[in-house]
Antibody, heavy 119, light 107 residues
Framework: QVTLKESGPGILQPSQTLSLTCTFS??????????VGWIRQPSGKGLEWLAN???????YFNPSLKVRLTISKDTSNNQAFLKITNVDTADTATYYC???????????WGQGVMVTVSS | DIQVTQSPASLSASLGETVTIECRAS??????LAWYQQKPGNSPQLLIY???DLADGVPSRFSGSGSDTQYSLKINSLQSEDVASYFC?????????FGSGTKLEIK
């Protein structure tokens, strides 16, 4: 059974760095063709793809945020990480961690973690 | 970036009806398209991948079709549990991009 769960700070102030952790089970990020992605959704709005990391450590970032994003993984502990630097109120959203299959669709989603940026 | 235009933004239909949601990509995405269902208060769930392949556990009343730049999701025999928002997503090119969503309600 594949599960993913996001964790994060809940609330942070503008200009701080947002650190998110995805802890997953039921698959390994060393398996050929698999990846973990991060997607966010402001309340009541649509979905935005942020970044993903693949089994071979290949990484892709949304160009609109690339300079602010870092993605990494800890294969041994079944975790993936996303950092967003210099946050502002526009980064307030629910952040989802997803498993990606080789094709690129997100076949499993975490429950999401709400992040609020406020002074 | 590939733009994905989804329509309609909202849809109201009766139980048992058939509904269709469409997505148009700004360039050929070679069937690299997925559909997701997001019920109120929940995470999105994969319905369809590769334009027309049903994800595990998804009822057969859901189907996807299309090619090139035009894709559609059809829901046959609408059930009350289908009340949700539906999103398409292209994964032909990064950054992967989503349609703006369709909110489906029951009349």
């Amino acid at each position: 059974q594949v599960t993913l769960k996001e964790s994060g700070p809940g609330i942070l102030q503008p200009s701080q760095t947002l650190s998110l952790t995805c802890t997953f089970s039921g698959f390994s990020l060393s398996t050929y063709g698999l990846g973990v992605g991060w997607i966010r959704q402001p309340s009541g709005k649509g979905l935005e793809w942020l970044a993903n990391i693949w089994w071979d450590d290949d990484k892709y970032f949304n160009p609109s945020l690339k300079v602010r994003l870092t993605i990494s993984k800890d294969t041994s502990n079944n975790q993936a990480f996303l950092k967003i630097t210099n946050v502002d109120t526009a980064d307030t959203a629910t952040y989802y961690c997803v498993r990606m299959n080789y094709g690129g669709s997100a076949d499993y989603w975490g429950q999401g973690v709400m992040v609020t940026v406020s002074s | 970036d590939i733009q994905v235009t989804q329509s309609p933004a909202s849809l109201s239909a009766s139980l048992g009806e058939t509904v269709t949601i469409e997505c148009r990509a700004s360039e050929d995405i070679y069937s690299n398209l997925a559909w997701y269902q997001q019920k109120p208060g929940n995470s999105p769930q994969l319905l369809i991948y590769d334009a027309n392949d049903l994800a595990d556990g998804v009822p057969s009343r859901f189907s996807g079709s299309g090619s090139d730049t035009q894709y559609s999701l059809k829901i046959n025999s609408l059930q009350s549990e289908d009340v949700a928002s539906y999103f398409c997503q292209q994964y032909n090119n990064f950054p992967f991009t989503f349609g703006s969503g369709t909110k489906l309600e029951i009349k």
